[in-house]
């Protein structure tokens, strides 16, 4: 059964390959705040797919690093519709290793909207 968008996080939403993130990473917009970089790029599939990068560097704990990209996914599933159309990484920057959940969810809401107007716009 086919879940409706904005209710999960499917393989077809995820960039899976080096070469998918490589064209993001090459020719994006970049839309940022203090805890985290969002790298925008136009696709021709018609909906949002979403990567995350989240380094050692930023957060050395294995457990750290899990608790951000969840905090990224959920958002993003929630948010995908409105940024429909576009690849996109999320780079967590280390002031996001000590931020509070709340704060991160926050955080990735305004880097949704701001995205969402950008791609309007262009």
Same mark, same amino acid.
């Given at each position: 059964?086919?879940?409706?968008?904005? &209710?999960?996080?499917? +393989?077809?939403?995820?960039?899976? @390959?080096?070469? /998918?993130?490589? %064209?993001?990473?090459?020719? !994006?917009?970049?839309?940022?705040?203090?805890?985290?970089?969002?790298?925008?790029?136009?696709?021709?599939?018609?909906?949002?797919?979403?990567?995350?990068?989240?380094?050692?560097?930023?957060?050395? &704990?294995?457990?750290? +690093?899990?608790?951000?990209?969840? @905090?990224?996914? /959920?958002?993003? %599933?929630?948010?995908?519709? !409105?940024?429909?159309?576009?690849?996109?990484?999320?780079?967590?920057?280390?002031?996001?290793?000590?931020?509070?959940?709340?704060?991160?969810?926050?955080?990735?809401?305004?880097?949704?909207?701001?995205?969402?107007?950008?791609?309007?716009?262009?």
């Amino acid at each position: 059964m086919q879940q409706p968008i904005g &209710s999960g996080y499917p +393989r077809s939403a995820r960039l899976t @390959r080096p070469a /998918e993130y490589a %064209r993001v990473f090459a020719g !994006a917009r970049r839309v940022a705040d203090y805890y985290f970089t969002v790298l925008v790029i136009h696709n021709d599939y018609g909906r949002a797919r979403l990567g995350v990068a989240v380094s050692k560097k930023t957060a050395p &704990s294995a457990v750290v +690093r899990n608790r951000i990209k969840r @905090r990224i996914r /959920e958002t993003f %599933r929630l948010h995908q519709t !409105a940024v429909g159309g576009n690849d996109l990484v999320v780079i967590a920057k280390p002031p996001a290793r000590a931020a509070r959940g709340a704060t991160l969810n926050t955080s990735l809401d305004r880097l949704w909207q701001r995205v969402s107007q950008r791609c309007e716009r262009s």
